[in-house]
C-alpha cells in the first residue's frame, strides 16, 4: 500500500496540472488513471479553445489564470503547447441574439473579462470573407486564443513528474473505504492507497468514482464531434462561434491552429447522453452546411479526420468544485462541461493554493461551484 499526502483520481485536463502545482508546493501527489497513459480520456478529444470569455465570475477568473498560464509556457518551461492568441469572435446576425450579448457585456466587464462590441466591418477585418448578409457585428474577446490539447497534456505531465508526481497507469478505481467522515483507502484493479486528501477528477467517469462513497454526483456525458482539415494558406485568427440555433445543432465553433488546419466542432440537439464516443454519420453534413453558409471561402478544404468526445455536463452547465459536506477529505473537481482543457490549469493552481496555502480568496468560487446549489441557472456561453 502506498501512501500520499493527495492522491488524484484522473490524469486529465484537471489532475494534471492539479497534480503539478501540489507537488511543486512540496506536496507528495500520486495520480491514477484506467488509460495506460495521461490525456488518453476527453482531453484527447477537446479541439484547443482557451477562453476566458463565459458568463459568470467563477470561470472568468479561472479561465484568465489559464490563459496567463498557457501563454508563458513556452517562455518559463521551454514546453511549446501551440499557443496562438487569436481571439474570440461571436458574430450576430439577429436582433435578439444583439441584445443578448450587449446585456452580457456589461456584466462581463464587471467581471474583469476583456471584451467589446465591434462593428459588422470589424468582424469582417477579423475574419475575411465571412458572409456579410445580415451581420449586424459581434464581441471580440482579443485575449483568447488556442492550444494543441495533447501538448498541453503533455507539458503539464513533463512538469508533473520533474516536480516528482507519481503516476499509476492501467489501473481503475473500484472501491474507496471510508470510516465516519474520513475516507481511509482507494482500491484499484491493481493496488491500493491512501491518502490525507483524495480529489476526485475522473471527467467522464466523475459520476461512478463519486457514488463509491455514496455521493450523488449530477454529472451525465454526452458527446460532441468535431473535426480537422488540411492546413491551408492562414487566413483568420480567431475561434468564430455562430451561437444561433437550428432543428439539429445548439452552436459550432472552429478556428485555425498553429498548424494551419481548420478545427471544428458543433453542439449537438438533441443531446446524445452516455458515452459512446464512435463517429456519426450526421455530423459532418449538418457542421459543414453551416459553416459554408457562415464562411463561404472554407468550401474547398479538405478534411482530414473526425473525431467523437464527451462532455460531462451538469445541470446547469457549470463545474462542481467542492469539498462535500460528508467528507473531510474529499475534493471534488469534476462537472468541467467540455470546457476542462481551458479551465484545468487555473483550477489546479488556484485549489493548489487552497489545499497547500489555506488561501481563503477564492470562496466565491467555491460558492458559485458548490456541489449543494440548485443548479437553477444556466450558463450562457456553454
Not at 516528482?164 to 474520513?182: A, L, P, Q, R, W
Amino acid at each position: 500500500m502506498k501512501n500520499y499526502d493527495v492522491f488524484i483520481i484522473g490524469a486529465g485536463s484537471v489532475g494534471l496540472p492539479l497534480s503539478y502545482y501540489l507537488a511543486k508546493k512540496g506536496k507528495k501527489v500520486g495520480v491514477v488513471d484506467s488509460m495506460p497513459s495521461h490525456g488518453r480520456g476527453q482531453n484527447k478529444a477537446a479541439i484547443g479553445g482557451i477562453r476566458a470569455t463565459h458568463s459568470d465570475p467563477a470561470k472568468i477568473s479561472i479561465c484568465q489564470r489559464s490563459i496567463d498560464i498557457i501563454s508563458k509556457m513556452e517562455e518559463e518551461h521551454g514546453l511549446d503547447v501551440d499557443w496562438i492568441q487569436g481571439g474570440y469572435m461571436f458574430p450576430v446576425y439577429d436582433e435578439a441574439k444583439e441584445a443578448s450579448l450587449k446585456g452580457l457585456l456589461v456584466k462581463q466587464k464587471e467581471f474583469g473579462l476583456i471584451i467589446d462590441w465591434v462593428s459588422p466591418e470589424k468582424i469582417q477585418e477579423l475574419a475575411p470573407g465571412i458572409s456579410p448578409d445580415g451581420l449586424r457585428g459581434g464581441t471580440f474577446s482579443p485575449n483568447d486564443g488556442s492550444a494543441c490539447p495533447m501538448k498541453l497534456a503533455d507539458a503539464f505531465y513533463i512538469l508533473a513528474k520533474r516536480a516528482g508526481v507519481d503516476f499509476i497507469f492501467n489501473e481503475e478505481v473500484t472501491e474507496m473505504k471510508y470510516e465516519g467522515t474520513s475516507i481511509t483507502e482507494v482500491i484499484t484493479s491493481k493496488s491500493s492507497y491512501t491518502a490525507d486528501l483524495f480529489v476526485n477528477a475522473a471527467g467522464g467517469n466523475a459520476r461512478e468514482v463519486s457514488a463509491l462513497v455514496g455521493l450523488d454526483v449530477p454529472v451525465i456525458p454526452d458527446s460532441h464531434e468535431a473535426g480537422v482539415t488540411e492546413p491551408v494558406k492562414r487566413f483568420f485568427e480567431p475561434m468564430i462561434v455562430d451561437m444561433r440555433a437550428n432543428e439539429n445543432s445548439a452552436n459550432y465553433y472552429f478556428y485555425q491552429n498553429k498548424e494551419d488546419q481548420i478545427v471544428f466542432c458543433i453542439t449537438p440537439e438533441p443531446k446524445y447522453y452516455g458515452k459512446d464516443m464512435d463517429n456519426t454519420s450526421v455530423f459532418l453534413p449538418q457542421v459543414v452546411e453551416r459553416m459554408v453558409s457562415l464562411y463561404p471561402r472554407l468550401r474547398n478544404i479538405r478534411i482530414r479526420r473526425t473525431w467523437r468526445g464527451l462532455y460531462p455536463m451538469t445541470p446547469d452547465g457549470f463545474p462542481i468544485v467542492n469539498f462535500p459536506e460528508n467528507f473531510s477529505n474529499l475534493l471534488l473537481a469534476v462537472g468541467m462541461c467540455g470546457q476542462g482543457l481551458m479551465l484545468g490549469p487555473g483550477l489546479g493552481q488556484i485549489l493548489a493554493e487552497v489545499i497547500v496555502d489555506k488561501s481563503d480568496k477564492h470562496e466565491q468560487i467555491f460558492d458559485q461551484l458548490s456541489l449543494y446549489r440548485e443548479f437553477s441557472g444556466n450558463e450562457i456561453l456553454k
